[in-house]
């Protein structure tokens, strides 16, 4: 059974920085691109970041580049998103997902306040 556990989000004030995690198991998470997403009170989910199986290639949103971080640790079957100047269009609960596949995290509320 595959499993994605995010954790690590919160409140924090904006200017601020959290650091996301999404624990995986019940595959091989090496072979596999991962991704994190994000979705705010009214809007559809968008993608925020992506990284291949080994790490070498990241993709970002252009309203994340500069301030977020994708990286992935596959000895420890994670991956992570590090934010940093957070602002509150940030705001959003942030789920992983094994990328070309449908498992989902349950996702992990993250709020920017003023």
């Known amino acids: 059974q595959v499993q994605l556990v995010e954790s690590g989000g919160g409140l924090v004030q904006a200017g601020g920085s959290l650091r996301l995690a999404c624990a995986v198991s019940?595959?091989?998470?090496?072979?596999?691109?991962m991704g994190w997403y994000r979705q705010a009170p009214g809007s559809e989910r968008e993608i925020v970041a992506r990284e291949s199986w080994g790490g070498g290639t990241t993709h970002y949103a252009d309203s994340v580049k500069g301030r977020f971080t994708i990286s992935r640790d596959n000895a420890k079957n994670t991956v992570y998103l590090q934010m940093n100047s957070l602002k509150p269009e940030d705001t959003a609960i942030y789920y992983c997902?094994?990328?070309?596949?449908?498992?989902w995290g349950q996702g992990t509320q993250v709020t920017v306040s003023l």
């Open positions: 997902n094994v990328r070309g596949t449908g498992h």
């Open positions: 019940g595959l091989t998470f090496s072979s596999f691109d």
